[in-house]
């Protein structure tokens, strides 16, 4: 079993649609992460948690939100999803500090906004 | 701004030969650079670290060279295999904004 694992792998959805993204991670890590990823774009960092109690925004939170419902969950929500939030969607964790340490991602979301 | 700048185009190497990609950074002074492979349709799998006051770090086939005066990154893969096919981004950290990633390199390896 995947150490994180993402939900829905796939995702086609409508512009106006309220769409959450779920990760959960079974490392004991503190540290969860979002990144998106568009071609040409490379990886950017949307929101991030040190622990249950602290949640960051990240290079591009606009339109995002998130919640920290435990240490193994990290969910990412698009209140109203519009077209230029198609991207493969990234969940991560760390047991170090963030640049220090490695990262390790999920298999990714897949979300189409039509 | 910060601005990391990996080969777009892709990278065609023989089997058995040495691929060697590159990571050019400017207007930063990272602490670290971490460098990952990621297959088509995966996440990112972390491969290597190396640390500003560290020349040169090994892994079995792999080899990260980090020169700070050239603002330079080198990933070496030797007796390169087909299934060492994949796109490999560079990472820098060390700011108080995490994990900075490059675009990424596609390395194709050709038997």
Redesign the interface.
């Known amino acids: 079993d995947a150490d994180v694992t993402q939900t829905p792998r796939n995702r086609i959805t409508k512009t106006g649609k309220r769409i959450m993204l779920e990760c959960s991670q079974t490392k004991g890590h503190d540290r969860m992460y979002w990144y998106r990823q568009d071609p040409g774009l490379g990886l950017r960092l949307i929101y991030y948690s040190f622990d249950v109690k602290d949640i960051n925004k990240g290079e591009i939170s606009d339109g995002y939100s998130v919640s920290r419902q435990a240490q193994a969950k990290f969910s990412l929500s698009l209140e109203s999803a519009i077209p230029n939030q198609t991207a493969l969607y990234f969940c991560a964790t760390s047991r170090e500090e963030w640049n220090t340490g490695e990262l390790f991602f999920g298999e990714g979301s897949r979300l189409t906004v039509l | 701004s910060q601005k990391i700048e990996q080969n777009s185009e892709a990278l065609n190497i023989q089997e058995g030969k040495t691929a060697t990609l590159t990571c050019n950074y400017t207007n930063y002074s990272p602490?670290?650079l971490?460098w990952?492979r990621q297959d088509p349709?995966?996440?990112?799998?972390?491969l290597l670290?190396i640390r500003e006051n560290e020349k040169e770090k090994r892994k079995e086939r792999l080899k990260v060279t980090f020169d700070t005066t050239l603002k330079q990154s080198l990933f070496h893969i030797t007796a390169s295999q087909p299934a060492d096919s994949a796109t490999y981004?560079c990472?820098l950290?060390?700011?108080a904004?995490?994990?900075t990633?490059?675009?990424?390199t596609h390395l194709i390896i050709q038997p």
């Open positions: 602490a670290y971490q990952y349709g995966r996440g990112p799998v972390f670290l981004l990472a950290g060390g700011g904004d995490g994990l990633f490059g675009k990424g």
